[in-house]
């Protein structure tokens, strides 16, 4: 598992930062789900999930090799929860957060890479 520093699991209320057209909505039978790239933080990826209270949720990330980098489990008494990953000090790769409940499974595969630097020349 990536350390506390590189990985932040994080449980917030719905928020107004739930996307729209941001990212796709996934409808399951027993919830609906969206993963979408922060549109405040770089290097972070927002879970949300609207679904009816009473089943144990699992939220896990994993890498490229399927190695778990990150696993919460939902109390079922929560009926909207947002999960953030900061994943700034990962390595660039493939990465999947699969989203588990009793009745339905969904895969929300992405890729982190590290944009190029932009260096300024002067010449005086």
Do not use: C, N, W
Not at 13 to 29: E, K, L, Y
Not at 34 to 43: D, Q
Request: net charge positive; glycine share 8%.
């Amino acid at each position: 598992m990536l350390s506390g520093a590189a990985l932040l699991l994080s449980l917030q209320s719905f928020a107004a930062d739930v996307p729209t057209a941001d990212g796709p909505v996934v409808h399951r039978a027993s919830y609906r789900a969206a993963v979408y790239p922060s549109s405040v933080r770089a290097g972070e990826i927002r879970v949300a999930v609207d679904r009816l209270p009473g089943e144990t949720m699992t939220i896990v990330l994993k890498d490229a090799k399927g190695h778990v980098l990150g696993r919460k489990q939902i109390s079922p008494k929560l009926e909207k929860f947002q999960f953030r990953f900061v994943l700034g000090a990962a390595p660039d790769g493939a990465y999947t957060v699969e989203i588990q409940s009793p009745r339905d499974q969904s895969r929300h595969a992405f890729t982190l890479k590290t944009q190029p630097g932009v260096r300024t020349v002067r010449v005086v």
